[in-house]
């Protein structure tokens, strides 16, 4: 069964950094789409607002718009480890971070991002 695993997140002040991990594990796809989703706390979770996307390769990508130019994802040659760089925070990114697999329609359980001074 396919299994995903964040962590990275945290506490940081606004403009600052921060970078969150996806680890997958078990049986999946060989190659899957990857996307990041986050959920604010006032939001149901069928509100979870879409972050980023990449597709098998690494070469394609796809931001929301709120988070283009700030955030980068990227993956790791084996395909298990996806990475979410988000750069110049906001109060605005504050929220739980999921990983998704569309192709297993497979969550992670979230970790908790927080942008304050």
């Given amino acids: 069964q396919v299994q995903l695993m964040e962590s990275g997140g945290g506490l ?7 970078t969150l991990s996806c680890t997958i594990s078990g049986f ?5 789409v990857v996307a ?3 959920q604010a706390s006032d939001k149901k979770r069928e509100e979870r607002e879409w972050v980023a996307t990449i597709r098998p390769s690494a070469v394609f990508t796809n931001y929301a718009d709120s988070v ?10 084996d395909q298990n ?18 990983c998704y697999l569309p192709g297993d329609d497979r969550w992670g359980q979230g970790t908790q991002v927080t942008v304050s001074s």
């Fill in 68 to 77: 283009k130019g700030r955030f980068i994802i990227s993956r790791d040659a």
């Fill in 28 to 32: 999946t796809r060989q190659s899957h």
């Fill in 12 to 18: 940081v002040q606004p403009g600052g950094s921060l």
């Fill in 36 to 38: 990041w989703y986050r």
């Fill in 81 to 98: 480890t996806v990475y979410l760089q988000m750069n110049s925070l906001k109060p605005e990114d504050t929220a739980v971070y999921y």
